[in-house]
T-cell receptor, first 115, second 114 residues
Framework: DAGVIQSPRHEVTEMGQEVTLRCKPISGHNSLFWYRQTMMRGLELLIYFNNNVPIDDSGMPEDRFSAKMPNASFSTLKIQPSEPRDSAVYFC?????????????FGEGSRLTVL | KQEVTQIPAALSVPEGENLVLNCSFTDSAIYNLQWFRQDPGKGLTSLLLIQSSQREQTSGRLNASLDKSSGRSTLYIAASQPGDSATYLCAQTHSGTSYGKLTFGQGTILTVHP
């Protein structure tokens, strides 16, 4: 298996622009997580999907952030409008049964820079 | 608020040394604890997962222990090699959620020099 695939790997944009990050989880995994990593705050869970349904979005910073999972093999994280403080590495991770019992597999991340 | 703390923040050792990385957590309702490795510019790779009913897990030169009563976990790396250089993160899974929400520590940056 190719693992969790994220795109783009790097994104540089200007404040106010819309940003869309994409994730393809490992085939057969029913749990998908979006994390954000910064030097100041470390890794933070943004949202968790189970069987394509958002279960916990309490970590989503504000209304500018939205996430969708239209099918089992694709998810997007959208920021509109983007702000400099959104600059971070965004990770997608998937698991077979949720992190309770299964390992979490991470993608290589999307590094976002908002100027 | 659940918190996970890792000590030391950075560690530099010569090749061949045995070393211990520490992780402490405040939430006693732990479901499991995972140790991850992160290489620069890369995602996280799961190393070891210890369920709350277990005391330790081993994989090759790595051994992770869990002591729920003291709120501590340690990752022991035997005979360290330059290829072990990376950031090591521990993450606690809380039993209060149906899926196991992870809280990560800030990580220990390990450098093993030849």
């Amino acid at each position: 298996d190719a693992g969790v695939i994220q795109s783009p790997r790097h994104e540089v944009t200007e404040m106010g622009q819309e940003v869309t990050l994409r994730c393809k989880p490992i085939s057969g995994h029913n749990s998908l997580f979006w994390y954000r990593q910064t030097m100041m705050r470390g890794l933070e869970l943004l949202i968790y999907f189970n069987n394509n349904v958002p279960i916990d979005d309490s970590g989503m910073p504000e209304d500018r952030f939205s996430a969708k999972m239209p099918n089992a093999s694709f998810s997007t994280l959208k920021i509109q409008p983007s702000e400099p403080r959104d600059s971070a590495v965004y990770f997608c991770a998937s698991s077979l049964r949720g992190a309770n019992t299964g390992e979490l597999f991470f993608g290589e991340g999307s590094r976002l820079t908002v100027l | 608020k659940q918190e996970v703390t890792q000590i030391p923040a950075a560690l530099s050792v010569p090749e061949g040394e045995n070393l211990v990385l520490n992780c402490s957590f405040t939430d006693s309702a732990i479901y499991n604890l995972q140790w991850f490795r992160q290489d620069p510019g890369k995602g996280l790779t799961s190393l070891l997962l210890i369920q709350s009913s277990q005391r330790e897990q081993t994989s090759g030169r790595l051994n992770a222990s869990l002591d729920k009563s003291s709120g501590r976990s340690t990752l022991y790396i035997a005979a360290s090699q330059p290829g072990d250089s990376a950031t090591y993160l521990c993450a606690q899974t809380h039993s209060g959620t149906s899926y196991g929400k992870l809280t990560f520590g800030q990580g220990t940056i390990l450098t093993v020099h030849p």
